[in-house]
C-alpha cells in the first residue's frame, strides 16, 4: 500500500499519524495548524518555535495535538526525521501520554548517553518497558538523521531504528499492550526538557513495520536531507 509522499512512496498500511513539513496539506505558510496526513491527530505549534524551510524549528516549543485517547497498541513503530544541535542533554521528540499522567509512550534523546535515543513504553500490566535502542554515534550535531523504533507485544521487544535500518539494539521485557486512556499528544515537549533542534517528518504505525519496509520508508525522504 503506498502514497506519492514520496519517491519510492511511503508505506501507509497501518499509518495512524502522519506530518511533513514539505508537504503543503500538512502546513500552510503563515499559518501554525499543523495537520495530520491521515486527518486523526490534527495539532498547533504552540510556545518557543518557528516553521521554515519545510521543518519545524524548536528552542522551548511543541506541537500539541490535544487531549487525545492513546490507543492500547498491541504494536507500534515510530520514524522520524531530526536535527539536533546538543546531543549531551536530555531532549524530547514525542510525548503521547507520558507527561503528567505517566502512561503511554515517550521517546526521547538521552543525556546519560549523549547520542542514545531512548524510548519508554507503559504497559496495561504495569510494567514499564524503556532503555536506550541505539550506540553512541546515533545522532550527531546540527546533522539530519532519521530515527525511530518498534515495539510489540508478542515478541515483548523495543528495537531502535536508525537510517533505514533496524539497530539490533533490543530491550526485553514482559508487556501486554499499551496503557491508554485520555492523553496529551505532543511532538517535542514533556516533562523531560524540550527539544531544542529541528524535526521535518514523523510517522506513527500501528503494528511493526518489517525490514524492508523501514528502508523503502528511508529511501522515499532521504534525498531530502543528503
Given at each position: 500500500?503506498?502514497?506519492?509522499?514520496?519517491?519510492?512512496?511511503?508505506?501507509?498500511?497501518?499509518?495512524?499519524?502522519?506530518?511533513?513539513?514539505?508537504?503543503?496539506?500538512?502546513i500552510a505558510t503563515g499559518s501554525?495548524?499543523?495537520?495530520?496526513?491521515?486527518?486523526?491527530?490534527?495539532?498547533?505549534?504552540?510556545?518557543?518555535?518557528?516553521?521554515?524551510?519545510?521543518?519545524?524549528?524548536?528552542?522551548?516549543?511543541?506541537?500539541?495535538?490535544?487531549?487525545?485517547?492513546?490507543?492500547?497498541?498491541?504494536?507500534?513503530?515510530?520514524?522520524?526525521?531530526?536535527?539536533?544541535?546538543?546531543?549531551?542533554?536530555?531532549?524530547?521528540?514525542?510525548?503521547?501520554?507520558?507527561?503528567?499522567?505517566?502512561?503511554?509512550?515517550?521517546?526521547?534523546?538521552?543525556?546519560?548517553?549523549?547520542?542514545?535515543?531512548?524510548?519508554?513504553?507503559?504497559?496495561?500490566d504495569g510494567t514499564v518497558l524503556y532503555g536506550d535502542v541505539a550506540n553512541s554515534a546515533a545522532i550527531v550535531n546540527d546533522t539530519w538523521v532519521n530515527i525511530g523504533f518498534k515495539w510489540s507485544a508478542t515478541s515483548n521487544q523495543l528495537e531502535g531504528l536508525r537510517n533505514g535500518e533496524y539497530t539490533g539494539t533490543t530491550i526485553t521485557a514482559a508487556g501486554t499492550s499499551v496503557e491508554g486512556g485520555s492523553a496529551n499528544f505532543k511532538i517535542g515537549d514533556s516533562s523531560f526538557p524540550p527539544m531544542v533542534g529541528k524535526i521535518a517528518t514523523c510517522r506513527i504505525y500501528n503494528r511493526v513495520l518489517s525490514d524492508a519496509e523501514v528502508l523503502q520508508n528511508y529511501n522515499a525522504l532521504k534525498g531530502r536531507f543528503e
Open positions: 500500500m503506498a502514497t506519492s509522499y514520496g519517491s519510492p512512496p511511503i508505506v501507509t498500511a497501518g499509518l495512524i499519524y502522519y506530518i511533513d513539513g514539505y508537504n503543503s496539506k500538512t501554525t495548524a499543523v495537520n495530520d496526513l491521515q486527518n486523526t491527530y490534527n495539532g498547533t505549534m504552540t510556545g518557543n518555535m518557528f516553521f521554515a524551510d519545510n521543518c519545524w524549528n524548536f528552542t522551548d516549543g511543541y506541537i500539541d495535538n490535544g487531549t487525545v485517547n492513546v490507543p492500547a497498541f498491541t504494536e507500534f513503530t515510530l520514524d522520524m526525521w531530526v536535527q539536533v544541535t546538543d546531543k549531551t542533554t536530555n531532549k524530547t521528540f514525542l510525548d503521547w501520554g507520558y507527561e503528567g499522567t505517566n502512561n503511554g509512550i515517550l521517546f526521547y534523546q538521552h543525556s546519560g548517553a549523549p547520542g542514545n535515543f531512548r524510548a519508554l513504553i507503559y504497559n496495561q
